[in-house]
């Protein structure tokens, strides 16, 4: 099969969340299966820079007002998977990221520079492609940067490339003004309920949803929640009746990056078979962090956006009594200001405790996964979840809440998960501060228990969390699709 996975963002070329994660991994566990799968992505500058082999394909004309841009063909970073990345300077070369300004503002030609990424991937689609000997069987789409390429395969009136938009969060759905209907060369037509149009505006997120053929999910429970009032954002009228059509596919991870037996931003490596030199990775940590060395206090990581929806200003209520029940709390991230501010105000009171790192650190956030006794995602949704899961294979069992991917990926520990040696880590009851500092507590009381304990870290440890599985149940979705 031809596949052509259309994404805003793919590690390592450059990444903001999990997004990138996923186009990095999932394209490669694909190719890996005899597939022939290319990323088209914006040539962003880090994107220019990072690829492999870089060679101008083709150039593409009669654009929505930018009129023209060339292709860049290259490869990934040790996977060679193909990339084709747009280089279109006027869109792309800024400083700042792929979504907002240096000052983190949203850049107001949105609609347009993944406009065009959608465009594009919907041209290369057709049977006319400027790739020569080369036109997609499946176009796979990614959130609402892409999600506009489906609409465009209904309007150019493409019938051989099938199109799969998966969601990754229904939080960040695409939405602009309507006069860019016309900017972006769309038909008057389409706007309407049963369309584009989204509350009087349109949405790229419902136009993929509305005029794809198929839509995946990060997960089997998110697949389903998405479709009720709490979830769906407004859109869950649309995907309960596509219901049928909907697929959650859990995510996996990138085993060779997140592997702690091989990781280069550890100076100490252990596994399933040498479990204790995870003590020397955590004094380290504590060490670099400048919190008190001390083996026997657990200490709690974090890595996260620190926002509403990843529920760490629950997590900031019941740090005192965490905290003064001798743990120690490590956490790297950014995002809403009043949290930052008020972590930042627990580590001047607690210094030996407590390290606030704000901003994004790959090297650190590696360190904190491997080092820290527990992780902490107490999200109030969480489609799939990435962390979690590093967590389960760095032998730090997660606090999580009982929702999308993290219900998914995390059995809770229990007497008789602990004796069917399932258990991975620790689930929520509510979502609610007494819920998460129940939950914590819960934690340290198995924490205690040293020989419980590391079977719960070797149950994590031990479980495949590859892609191989995921990239299996995508190609069926893909095969099913070309059958009929």
Same mark, same amino acid.
């Given at each position: 099969?031809?596949?052509?996975?259309?994404?805003?963002?793919?590690?390592?070329? #450059?990444?903001? @969340?999990?997004?990138?994660?996923?186009?990095?991994?999932?394209?490669?566990?694909?190719?890996?299966? =005899?597939?022939?799968?290319?990323?088209?992505?914006?040539?962003?500058?880090?994107?220019?820079?990072?690829?492999?082999?870089?060679?101008?394909?083709?150039? #593409?004309?009669?654009?929505?007002?930018?009129?023209?841009?060339?292709?860049?063909?290259?490869?990934?970073?040790?996977?060679?998977?193909?990339?084709?990345?747009?280089?279109?300077?006027?869109?792309? &070369?800024?400083?700042?990221?792929?979504?907002?300004?240096?000052?983190?503002?949203?850049?107001?030609?949105?609609?347009?520079?993944?406009? #065009? +990424?959608?465009?594009?991937?919907?041209?290369?689609?057709?049977?006319?492609?400027?790739?020569?000997?080369w036109i997609p069987d499946i176009v796979h789409c990614n959130d609402w940067q892409s999600a506009l390429t489906?609409?465009?395969?209904?309007?150019?009136?493409?019938?051989?490339?099938?199109?799969?938009?998966?969601?990754?969060?229904?939080?960040?759905?695409?939405?602009?003004?309507?006069?860019?209907?016309?900017?972006?060369?769309?038909?008057?037509?389409?706007?309407?309920?049963? @369309?584009?149009?989204?509350?009087?505006?349109?949405?790229?997120?419902?136009?993929?949803?509305?005029?794809?053929?198929?839509?995946?999910?990060?997960?089997?429970?998110?697949?389903?929640?998405? &479709?009720?009032?709490?979830?769906?954002?407004?859109?869950?009228?649309? /995907?309960?009746?596509?219901?049928?059509?909907?697929?959650?596919?859990?995510n996996g991870i990138d085993i060779h990056e997140w592997d702690p037996s091989k990781d280069h931003y550890l100076?100490?490596?252990?596994?399933?078979?040498?479990?204790?030199?995870?003590?020397?990775?955590?004094?380290? /940590?504590?060490?670099?962090?400048?919190?008190?060395?001390?083996?026997?206090?657990?200490? +709690?990581?974090?890595?996260?956006?620190?926002?509403?929806?990843?529920?760490?200003?629950?997590? *900031?209520?019941?740090?005192?009594?965490?905290?003064? &029940?001798?743990?120690?709390?490590?956490?790297?991230?950014?995002?809403?200001?009043?949290?930052?501010?008020?972590?930042?105000?627990?580590?001047?009171?607690?210094?030996?405790?407590?390290?606030?790192?704000?901003?994004?650190?790959?090297?650190?956030?590696?360190?904190?996964?491997?080092?820290?006794?527990?992780?902490?995602?107490?999200?109030?949704?969480?489609?799939?979840?990435?962390?979690?899961?590093? =967590? *389960?294979?760095?032998?730090?069992?997660?606090?999580?809440?009982?929702?999308? =991917?993290?219900?998914?990926?995390?059995?809770?520990?229990?007497?008789?998960?602990?004796?069917?040696?399932?258990?991975? @880590?620790?689930?929520?009851?509510?979502?609610?501060?007494? @819920?998460?500092?129940?939950?914590?507590?819960?934690?340290?009381?198995?924490?205690?228990?040293?020989?419980?304990?590391?079977? #719960?870290?070797?149950?994590?440890?031990?479980?495949?969390?590859?892609?191989?599985?995921?990239?299996?149940?995508?190609?069926?979705?893909?095969?099913?699709?070309?059958?009929?």
């Amino acid at each position: 099969m031809r596949i052509l996975f259309v994404t805003s963002e793919a590690y390592p070329l #450059i990444k903001t @969340g999990g997004l990138a994660d996923v186009s990095g991994s999932l394209p490669a566990a694909i190719a890996e299966m =005899g597939e022939d799968i290319r990323i088209l992505i914006p040539g962003y500058p880090l994107v220019l820079e990072k690829l492999i082999n870089p060679r101008v394909l083709a150039s #593409i004309s009669d654009l929505p007002v930018i009129n023209s841009v060339t292709i860049i063909s290259g490869e990934m970073p040790e996977t060679k998977v193909p990339v084709l990345a747009i280089n279109c300077p006027s869109l792309y &070369q800024r400083a700042g990221g792929p979504y907002v300004d240096t000052n983190g503002v949203d850049w107001g030609d949105n609609a347009l520079r993944f406009g #065009i +990424l959608s465009k594009i991937a919907a041209i290369l689609g057709t049977s006319n492609s400027y790739i020569q000997d080369w036109i997609p069987d499946i176009v796979h789409c990614n959130d609402w940067q892409s999600a506009l390429t489906p609409a465009y395969l209904k309007f150019m009136g493409v019938e051989h490339a099938k199109s799969v938009v998966s969601i990754h969060n229904m939080a960040f759905q695409g939405c602009f003004p309507s006069n860019w209907l016309s900017q972006l060369e769309l038909p008057y037509s389409c706007y309407q309920m049963n @369309g584009l149009e989204y509350y009087g505006q349109i949405s790229f997120l419902k136009a993929g949803l509305y005029y794809c053929d198929v839509i995946t999910t990060v997960s089997p429970t998110y697949a389903k929640e998405i &479709q009720t009032e709490n979830y769906g954002f407004g859109m869950q009228g649309l /995907l309960s009746h596509r219901s049928h059509e909907i697929h959650g596919i859990l995510n996996g991870i990138d085993i060779h990056e997140w592997d702690p037996s091989k990781d280069h931003y550890l100076d100490t490596h252990y596994s399933h078979k040498s479990l204790d030199k995870k003590r020397e990775v955590k004094q380290s /940590l504590q060490k670099q962090l400048d919190l008190t060395v001390d083996n026997d206090a657990p200490l +709690l990581g974090i890595v996260s956006r620190l926002t509403y929806q990843k529920g760490l200003d629950m997590f *900031l209520s019941v740090a005192e009594k965490i905290l003064k &029940q001798g743990c120690q709390i490590a956490l790297l991230g950014s995002g809403e200001k009043k949290l930052e501010d008020g972590f930042i105000a627990l580590k001047m009171k607690y210094p030996d405790k407590v390290s606030i790192n704000i901003g994004y650190n790959e090297p650190l956030s590696h360190a904190i996964m491997a080092g820290s006794d527990l992780f902490i995602m107490p999200s109030r949704f969480e489609p799939c979840g990435l962390n979690q899961m590093y =967590g *389960l294979r760095y032998g730090t069992p997660p606090v999580v809440t009982n929702t999308g =991917g993290l219900a998914d990926s995390i059995r809770d520990t229990t007497p008789e998960s602990i004796s069917k040696h399932e258990a991975t @880590g620790f689930v929520m009851d509510n979502v609610s501060e007494q @819920g998460l500092l129940s939950s914590i507590q819960r934690a340290l009381g198995y924490y205690e228990n040293k020989e419980i304990w590391r079977g #719960i870290q070797l149950n994590g440890m031990r479980k495949d969390l590859s892609w191989k599985k995921s990239a299996r149940e995508y190609l069926a979705i893909y095969k099913t699709l070309l059958a009929k």
